[in-house]
């Protein structure tokens, strides 16, 4: 079992910065990848970024790439996805989600789930 939390999320302008982590727990979660997903209004679940905590291997989607960064601290337990230059299209509520199949990128594959952020990118 592994537990997910949030935090970070809020309202910024265009061009602006945010950074959102996620508090994760359980026994074995060091052998998981580790995802950000977002969905905004009316939309589907789409994959943001992942990294595989025993690596460090990361992975974005082409709309994030060059803006955002995924990381992971494991003396804290944490994993961050800092967001830049970010856009009114990044508004959304971001997940953290936690897998330990190989297909990463698909939300379908994600086994365990956060709460969710609101990210509000105002223009």
């Known amino acids: 079992q592994v537990q997910l939390v949030e935090s970070g999320g809020g309202l910024v302008q265009a061009g602006g910065s945010l950074r959102l982590s996620c508090a994760v727990s359980?026994?074995?979660?060091?052998?998981?990848?580790m995802g950000w997903f977002r969905q905004a209004p009316g939309k589907e679940r789409e994959f943001v970024a992942a990294?595989?905590?025993?690596?460090?291997?990361?992975y974005y989607a082409d709309s994030v790439k060059g803006r955002f960064t995924i990381s992971r601290d494991n003396a804290q337990n944490m994993v961050y996805l800092q967001m830049n230059s970010l856009k009114p299209e990044d508004t959304a509520v971001y997940y953290c989600?936690?897998?330990?199949?190989?297909?990463?990128?698909?939300?379908?594959?994600?086994?365990?789930w956060g709460q969710g952020t609101q990210v509000t990118v105002s223009s």
């Open positions: 989600a936690a897998t330990v199949r190989l297909t990463i990128a698909a939300k379908m594959s994600y086994d365990y």
């Open positions: 990294i595989r905590w025993s690596t460090g291997i990361t």
């Open positions: 359980g026994r074995t979660f060091r052998s998981y990848t």
